[in-house]
C-alpha cells in the first residue's frame, strides 16, 4: 500500500507534468525522470536502481498519455499517418535495443549522466527556440526505418516520447510544424510501448527491487501519475492557446538545466 504523502507527490507530478504536455507539446519524461529518481531514493531504492526505475516508469507512463493526446490530434487532421507507418518500425526495433539490451548493461550512474546531457542540449534548443530549416524531403523507406531505430533508442535510454528528436528531424524534412507535433505524439505510443516491454523483460532477475514491480516499472507509481497525468493534459491544450508559450518555454528550460543538474549530481556522486 501507498502512504497518503506518497500518493500526494505522485498525484502533483502527474497533474504538473499532464499539464506541461499539454501545454507545450512535450512529453512530460524529461520532468518526471529527476523527480522520481528522487522519490526512489528517498524510500531506500539503491541510487543505481533508482535512476533505472524512474527511466522506465516515466516511459510507461506515455503508453497511457500519448492515446489521450493522438486522439485530440487526429480528430484535427493533423497526423500524418504515412510517417508513422514508416518510422514505427524502426522506433520499435530501436526501442527494444535500448531498453533489452543497452539500458540493462549501463549502470544507472552512465544513464543519469547521458539524461544530464540529453536534457541539457534540447532545453537549449527550447531556450534559444531554434528551428531547423526545411532543405529536403522525407527520406525513402529504408533512411525512416533507420531515423526512427535512433529516435526509438535515444528514447529508451532517457525515458522520454521522443518529441525532441522526431519533431525537428520532420521539420527539417519540410514537414509541416502542426503535422510534425501530431505525428511525433502519435509515435509516442510505438516508443512506450516497445521499451516498456524491453524494461519489464529485462528487470526480472533484478534484485532487491521494491514491492509491485514489472520489471524496472514501478507499478504503483505509474498507476497514479497515469491517471493524474491524463486527467491534465487536455487542459494544458486548451491554455496553450491563451498563455504565451514562447515566454513559458524559456521558463521550462530553466526548469530543466536545474533539473540536468541534479541528475549529473546524482551520475557523478553514485560512480
Known amino acids: 500500500m501507498l502512504d497518503p504523502l506518497l500518493i500526494v507527490e505522485l498525484g502533483v507530478l502527474g497533474l504538473c507534468t ?3 504536455a499539454g501545454l507545450l507539446g512535450i512529453g ?7 523527480f522520481l529518481t528522487y522519490i526512489l531514493g528517498a524510500r531506500q531504492v539503491a541510487p543505481e536502481l533508482a535512476v533505472k526505475m524512474a527511466i522506465a516508469t516515466s516511459m510507461a507512463t ?3 498519455t500519448s492515446v489521450s493526446s493522438v486522439r485530440a490530434h487526429h480528430q484535427r487532421g493533423a497526423v500524418r499517418w504515412d510517417i508513422v507507418q514508416r518510422l514505427a518500425p524502426g522506433i ?10 543497452v539500458f540493462a548493461l549501463l549502470k544507472g550512474s552512465a544513464l543519469a549522466i547521458f539524461f544530464a546531457l540529453f536534457v ?3 532545453a537549449s534548443q ?42 525537428p528531424f520532420m521539420t527539417w524534412c519540410n514537414v509541416a510544424i502542426h503535422n510534425a507535433v501530431a505525428t511525433s505524439a502519435a509515435l509516442g505510443f510505438p516508443i512506450a510501448l516497445a521499451n516498456v516491454v524491453g524494461y519489464a523483460v529485462s528487470g526480472q532477475s533484478v534484485q532487491n527491487l521494491p514491492p509491485a514491480s514489472l520489471g524496472y516499472i514501478w507499478l504503483p ?41 541534479y541528475m549529473l549530481y546524482k551520475g557523478i556522486t553514485s560512480i
Request: include cysteine; charge should be positive; glycine fraction near 16%.
Open 92 to 101: 520499435v526495433i530501436g526501442g527494444f535495443a535500448a531498453s533489452l539490451g
Open 221 to 261: 507509481g505509474l498507476a497514479v501519475i497515469a491517471v493524474c497525468s491524463v486527467l491534465t493534459a487536455p487542459l494544458g491544450a486548451k491554455a496553450a492557446h491563451k498563455l504565451p508559450v514562447k515566454q513559458l518555454k524559456r521558463v521550462f528550460a530553466s526548469l530543466l538545466f536545474c533539473l540536468a543538474a
Open 120 to 122: 541539457s542540449f534540447s
Open 62 to 64: 506515455i503508453v497511457f
Open 126 to 167: 527550447m531556450l534559444l527556440d531554434r528551428k531547423p530549416a526545411p532543405s529536403r524531403q522525407m527520406p525513402g523507406t529504408a533512411g525512416q526505418l533507420a531515423a526512427g531505430g535512433v529516435i526509438g533508442f535515444l528514447s529508451g535510454l532517457v525515458g522520454a516520447g521522443g518529441g525532441f528528436v522526431s519533431v
Open 28 to 34: 512530460g519524461g524529461m520532468l518526471m525522470v529527476p
Open 18 to 20: 499532464g499539464f506541461l
